[in-house]
T-cell receptor
Framework: DAGVTQSPTHLIKTRGQQVTLRCSPKSGHDTVSWYQQALGQGPQFIFQYYEEEERQRGNFPDRFSGHQFPNYSSELNVNALLLGDSALYLC????????????FGSGTRLTVV | QQQVKQSPQSLIVQKGGISIINCAYENTAFDYFPWYQQFPGKGPALLIAIRPDVSEKKEGRFTISFNKSAKQFSLHIMDSQPGDSATYFCAASKKAGANSKLTFGKGITLSVRP
C-alpha cells in the first residue's frame, strides 16, 4: 500500500521563475494539504484541497496556488519565486478534510537561487 | 504569534534514559494534540496523539501527558534508544475531524548517546 508520493524530490529554480510540485495521496485518502517547512522550523500550513476545492488557506500570498484532480492527486504552484521560498514542501493526505491519520510525504526540497 | 511553543530547543539523553519534551499552546479551541517524529530527508510521521478529554496516553515506549488547565502537554520517551535520535514536533488542531489543519511547534532535536 503506497504512502504519499511527492515529485520531484529536489528542485533548483531561479528567482522570478515558476514551479509546480506534485503529490499523490495515500490510497483511500481524499484530502491533500500542503505545508512549507523552512530549515530548522516546523511545517507551516499553506492550503488544503478536498473535493477538488481549496477548503482552507494559511497565511501565504496569492503567488501560491494549487489544484486537486479527480483522482485526488494535487499540485502546488508557486509563481514569481523569491529566495525566501526555499524550503521543504510537504504534502499530507487524510480523509474528509480532517487531520486524523495525517500521512506526510517525504517532501520536495526547493532551492531558489 | 506562535500558537504552539516547544521546549527545550535541543536535548541530549543517554541510551536507556527518559526523554521529555514539553509543549505549550495558546488557543483553547484546540482539540487534538499529536506528536510527530521526523528523520533527515523524510516527512514527519505521527508518533502518538491525544484528545483533551484524556490526561495521559501510552503507546509502547511513548507517553503523552496532557494538562488542560495549564494548556500544556508533553512527550515522554522511555528507554531512549539511538534510533530515537530525530526531530520531534508537537502540533495542535481544532475541529480535527473536518476542514482542519495542524499548527506545529518549531521542533526539538533529540540526540540519544550510546
Amino acid at each position: 500500500d503506497a504512502g504519499v508520493t511527492q515529485s520531484p524530490t529536489h528542485l533548483i529554480k531561479t528567482r522570478g521563475q515558476q514551479v509546480t510540485l506534485r503529490c499523490s495521496p495515500k490510497s483511500g485518502h481524499d484530502t491533500v494539504s500542503w505545508y512549507q517547512q523552512a530549515l530548522g522550523q516546523g511545517p507551516q500550513f499553506i492550503f488544503q484541497y478536498y473535493e477538488e476545492e481549496e477548503r482552507q488557506r494559511g497565511n501565504f500570498p496569492d503567488r501560491f496556488s494549487g489544484h486537486q484532480f479527480p483522482n485526488y492527486s494535487s499540485e502546488l504552484n508557486v509563481n514569481a519565486l523569491l529566495l525566501g521560498d526555499s524550503a521543504l514542501y510537504l504534502c499530507a493526505s487524510s480523509l474528509t478534510g480532517g487531520v486524523y491519520g495525517y500521512t506526510f510525504g517525504s517532501g520536495t526540497r526547493l532551492t531558489v537561487v | 504569534q506562535q500558537q504552539v511553543k516547544q521546549s527545550p530547543q535541543s536535548l541530549i539523553v543517554q541510551k536507556g534514559g527518559i526523554s521529555i519534551i514539553n509543549c505549550a499552546y495558546e488557543n483553547t479551541a484546540f482539540d487534538y494534540f499529536p506528536w510527530y517524529q521526523q528523520f533527515p530527508g523524510k516527512g514527519p510521521a505521527l508518533l502518538i496523539a491525544i484528545r483533551p478529554d484524556v490526561s495521559e496516553k501510552k503507546e509502547g515506549r511513548f507517553t503523552i501527558s496532557f494538562n488542560k488547565s495549564a494548556k500544556q502537554f508533553s512527550l515522554h520517551i522511555m528507554d531512549s534508544q539511538p534510533g530515537d535520535s530525530a526531530t520531534y514536533f508537537c502540533a495542535a488542531s481544532k475541529k480535527a475531524g473536518a476542514n482542519s489543519k495542524l499548527t506545529f511547534g518549531k521542533g526539538i532535536t533529540l540526540s540519544v548517546r550510546p
